[in-house]
């Protein structure tokens, strides 16, 4: 598929290096970005070696844990990490405590993906479906479904133990950690209620684009972007202006990075979760994109779109179909051109707000890497 940096989005990456960000020569932020990662990931593998949880009952927990916690693109982290550098010089205690954002992530999908009944995840059996797996293997009693599903919430829930000791753990001074916990309390609070709003999200209620976005901004945009950039920030001290332009910059570019999700939800699969694309559709989601092609189809364009989402099973058919009548309808080019407004005023907002020109250029790219998925 087309990107927004193919042909719509007029925004380009900040040809300009970072400078010194890690004490390790000039960057991009594409390299500053896998560079983090990496070192992210590091951490986050010392920890699992530290917390080890062994084996219940005949049942493997560890191999799960870390296929969901080492297998992602580390944007929370990276995003809480670049708060930091807004204020305060590269520490190695920040990152570690940037990571522990890695171990939220980890809960929330392995929760979602039970939720969502989804029976993968980046590539190899989704939680609940691996538990259930090793319940048969084993000739336990009782339902495995039942068993697999149980499991992993009480995992997830592990996984989020985890990240308050990593974050506790990390190193970072005590006047630190008092500043970032309320937004971090927070945060999980409204990844909760966005998530719960997100049960009752079905296209055949025909909802607003505004009360969708809502949704998504409340259990995607501002969970992956504005908040772990507010928690770095008031992490390193930042004062309210900067904590202001920041959070302005965080919502747009979270609903960038939203925007482009909910266009890969109904016509390319993520390559890092392996979950297909066409799942939206299949699961009778109310995404901005749906939302977005009713409201500009044409009459016919929009009965015929209502007839097949109106479907109790959506099938491979009826998805090819869909995915013709939401580009037919327009919606397509117009999500470029709101993901490209949205990477505008990221851009005013980081130009109005006082911070170091290398952090002012490390957050330009790593906007449009986000809105265009190049992560």
């Known amino acids: 598929m087309n990107t927004a940096a193919d042909e719509h989005v007029r925004i380009s990456c900040p040809a300009a290096v970072l400078g010194d960000l890690h004490g390790e020569g000039a960057a991009t932020a594409a390299d500053w970005r896998a560079a983090t990662r990496e070192r992210v990931l590091d951490e986050l593998e010392t920890f699992l070696l530290g917390n080890r949880l062994g084996v219940v009952r005949g049942i493997a ?9 080492m297998g992602g693109k580390c944007l929370r982290s990276t995003f809480m990490y670049a708060g930091w550098l807004c204020g305060a010089a590269p520490d190695p205690a920040a990152l570690r405590a940037s990571s522990a954002l890695e171990l939220v992530h980890a809960f929330a999908l392995i929760q979602d993906d039970v939720m969502d009944e989804s029976g993968v ?24 479904a039942r068993f697999g599903e149980s499991a992993a919430v009480l995992l997830a829930d592990i996984c989020l133990v985890w990240a308050d000791k990593m974050l506790r753990d990390s190193g970072i001074g005590a006047d630190a950690l ?7 309390d927070a945060m999980r609070v409204e990844l909760a209620l966005g998530q719960f709003a997100d049960l009752l999200n079905d296209a055949r209620t025909d909802p607003r684009f ?16 504005r908040r772990p950039l507010e928690m770095g920030a008031a992490m390193a001290g930042c ?32 390559e890092t979760t392996g979950k297909p694309g066409d799942g939206d559709l299949a ?6 994109v749906v939302v977005t092609a009713r409201r500009l189809a044409k009459p016919g364009v929009r009965h015929e779109l209502d007839a097949l989402l109106a479907a109790p099973a959506v099938g491979v058919g009826a998805i090819e179909r869909l995915r013709e009548l939401i580009t037919a309808s327009g919606a397509r080019d117009r999500m470029e051109d709101m993901i490209g407004d949205r990477l505008t005023e990221a851009r005013q907002a980081i130009d109005a707000a006082a911070l170091p020109e290398r952090a002012r250029r490390l957050l330009d790219g790593l906007g449009l890497i986000c809105a265009t998925n190049q992560v």
């Open 283 to 288: 699961q009778h989601k109310a995404t901005t």
């Open 239 to 270: 004062d309210e202006r900067v904590l202001s332009a920041l959070g302005r910059y965080g919502r747009v570019v979270g609903e960038a990075f939203q925007l482009r999700d909910d266009l890969l939800g109904v016509f390319g699969a993520d």
């Open 210 to 225: 505004e009360d969708v976005l809502a949704v998504a901004r409340a259990k995607s945009g501002n969970y992956t972007v």
């Open 121 to 144: 995840r980046r590539g190899a059996p989704a939680g609940h479906s691996d538990f259930t797996g090793q319940h048969k293997t084993l000739d336990l009693p009782g339902d495995a």
């Open 178 to 184: 008092h500043r970032v916990w309320p937004r971090y």
């Open 61 to 69: 927990l560890d191999g799960i844990a870390h296929r969901y916690v």
